[in-house]
């Protein structure tokens, strides 16, 4: 946890939470089936991801993939009781001690969704670079600027600092996502090539950016990649065409809302409740269950 203002009162809002009973009415619904909780990461370390962990087991859930979830959704599988998906975006590279290591060691399921460029050049992610190149004011756009304007005019700036601006390696490498991928536990799904904001892409970079992702995953590990998440959870009508022209079944948002049956109408608009790496585990306890969200609905419109 960062020790400031903000986090403090977050702190002392979410043991609130905790202590009136708002956790655990959410955990009793659960438990009768009302709805599965859908929660994912970035780069945790791996306190922080085996706490998670540790704490949905102690409370008597149970760990579901995205296959299952999309079992369920089919009704090949029955709605279940007390249930949550792990998912992870980007494939940060410590993501195979931090994640994949615990995972195996308490046998549950959980995603990866990777961006490819990453992986396979060891370039960082593009953000890394601005945010750096901001220290040493070389570009005046900061990141969340960046992610508004037109890829192909964000694509040209990040290009022009990249040399200036050297980062070791974030991601995973090829070799180590085939491993964790021939694990069994932590499946590898698609998160695009290089991480646009596909809402500022032309028709055929989105296009490029959710089928060649899913062309270069299945040719490194030799299974068929089928889930996607959307970056920064942006997306539009036309995003949802391409995955279902390239064979995806489901798209996961960062949309924090339950995932119940009413969700499957959708299976491209899946909700997730987010887990923040600066934060209290109290507040990550809140926001895992949708304690911390103001009345979260428990449809997966958005």
């Known amino acids: 946890m960062v020790f400031n203002k903000r986090n403090i009162a977050a702190y002392l809002l979410s043991r609130y939470l905790m202590l009136t009973g708002k956790v655990k009415q959410i955990k009793n619904r659960a438990d009768k089936g009302e709805f599965i909780l859908s929660v994912y990461f970035h780069d945790p370390d791996k306190?922080?991801?085996?706490?998670?962990?540790r704490w949905f087991l102690n409370n008597g859930f149970s760990f579901i993939s995205t296959n299952d979830l999309e079992a369920i959704a089919k009704?090949?599988?029955?709605?279940?009781?007390?249930?949550?998906?792990?998912t992870v975006d980007d494939g940060w590279k410590g993501n195979k001690e931090n994640i994949a290591e615990?995972?195996?060691r308490y046998k549950i399921p959980v995603t990866i969704f990777a961006s490819t460029q990453p992986i396979a050049t060891g370039e960082a992610y593009w953000w890394s670079y601005i945010a750096e190149a901001n220290k040493k004011g070389l570009v005046s756009q900061s990141v969340?600027?960046?992610?508004?304007?037109?890829?192909?005019?964000?694509v040209k700036i990040v290009q022009a600092v990249r040399a200036k601006v050297p980062i070791q390696?974030?991601?995973?490498?090829?070799?180590?996502?085939?491993?964790?991928?021939?694990?069994?536990?932590v499946s590898i799904e698609s998160h695009t090539v290089t991480h646009p904001i596909l809402i500022t892409c032309s028709d055929e970079q989105s296009r490029f950016e959710i089928l060649e992702s899913?062309?270069?995953?299945?040719?490194?590990?030799?299974?068929?990649?089928?889930?996607?998440?959307?970056?920064?959870?942006?997306?539009?009508n036309r995003e949802i065409k391409f995955l279902?022209?390239?064979?995806?079944?489901?798209?996961?948002?960062?949309?924090?809302?339950?995932?119940?049956?009413?969700?499957?109408?959708?299976?491209?608009?899946?909700?997730?409740?987010d887990v923040l790496e600066t934060v209290s585990f109290a507040e990550n306890i809140c926001r895992m269950t949708g304690a911390w969200f103001d009345k979260p609905s428990l449809s997966a419109k958005g």
């Open 144 to 154: 969340s600027e960046l992610k508004k304007v037109a890829n192909e005019e964000r």
């Open 244 to 273: 279902q022209e390239a064979g995806y079944t489901s798209a996961y948002t960062t949309v924090p809302e339950y995932i119940t049956a009413e969700s499957f109408r959708d299976m491209y608009r899946l909700p997730r409740f």
């Open 102 to 104: 615990v995972a195996n």
């Open 214 to 236: 899913k062309t270069i995953l299945e040719t490194w590990l030799q299974k068929k990649v089928k889930h996607f998440a959307y970056p920064n959870g942006l997306f539009t």
């Open 169 to 185: 390696r974030e991601a995973l490498t090829v070799d180590e996502l085939k491993e964790i991928s021939a694990d069994g536990l």
């Open 47 to 53: 306190k922080l991801f085996e706490s998670c962990v």
């Open 75 to 86: 009704k090949e599988k029955p709605f279940p009781k007390a249930s949550v998906l792990f």
